[in-house]
T-cell receptor, first 115, second 110 residues
Framework: NAGVTQTPKFQVLKTGQSMTLQCAQD?????MYWYRQDPGMGLRLIYY???????DKGEVPNGYNVSRLNKREFSLRLESAAPSQTSVYFC??????????????FGEGSRLTVL | DAKTTQPTSMDCAEGRAANLPCNHS???????VYWYRQIHSQGPQYIIH???NNETNEMASLIITEDRKSSTLILPHATLRDTAVYYC???????????FGRGTSLIVHP
């Protein structure tokens, strides 16, 4: 089982460049999430997708867009990268239900540097 | 979801029990308490969760107070590999946002 797979693991961009972070899960989870983590900070939610075909903003969505391509894949796009977006990005997924949800499964992270 | 409060840092001697507290005084009746940990800069890893009763698994024990306003994660015999940041979050069914605070940085020393 691969679990949650993120690509790329490392990326260096110049200010103004665009890129897409890819995330795929093979656990048939309906909910997927993108977080960012800055040094010494907790995880902050950027966007999430409660189910295929839906996406919603989290705490820090500005400068990002997302696409829930299908049940397995949830991508995060930076249209015009800024140095403030230098961070480690984590994708996560889980089962959600009416009573409770399963635990979050996280990818290994994508380390992005914007110069 | 409940707002959780955790100490910024703690330390523990190797081989001793590590007791990590979490305050979740605003937790609702159907909200579970979940614990995760993050080693270095890896993705967080699930540890344990509970609703009302105390829970135990191969990694840890979770003690939830009767009023459910706080809980304690117990690592019974801490090892150096347990050095990590530990997060306590609330979680319930339906559409909601799992929110992580800064967690507790646990350092296990020899």
């Amino acid at each position: 089982n691969a679990g949650v797979t993120q690509t790329p693991k490392f990326q260096v961009l110049k200010t103004g460049q665009s890129m897409t972070l890819q995330c795929a899960q093979d656990m048939n989870h309906n909910s997927m999430y993108w977080y960012r983590q800055d040094p010494g900070m907790g995880l902050r939610l950027i966007y999430y997708s409660a189910s295929e075909g839906t996406t919603d903003k989290g705490e820090v969505p500005n400068g990002y867009n997302v696409s829930r391509l299908n049940k397995r894949e949830f991508s995060l796009r930076l249209e015009s990268a800024a140095p403030s977006q230098t961070s480690v990005y984590f994708c996560a997924s889980r089962v959600t239900g009416t009573v409770n949800t399963g635990e979050l499964f996280f990818g290994e992270g994508s380390r992005l540097t914007v110069l | 979801d409940a707002k959780t409060t955790q100490p910024t840092s703690m330390d523990c001697a190797e081989g001793r029990a590590a007791n990590l507290p979490c305050n979740h005084s605003t937790i609702s009746g159907n909200e579970y308490v979940y614990w995760y940990r993050q080693i270095h800069s890896q993705g967080p890893q699930y540890i344990i969760h509970g609703l009302k009763n105390n829970e135990t698994n191969e990694m840890a024990s979770l003690i939830i107070t009767e009023d459910r306003k706080s809980s304690t994660l117990i690592l019974p015999h801490a090892t150096l590999r347990d050095t990590a940041v530990y997060y306590c979050i609330g979680s319930s069914g339906g559409s909601y946002i799992p929110t992580f605070g800064r967690g507790t940085s646990l350092i296990v020393h020899p």
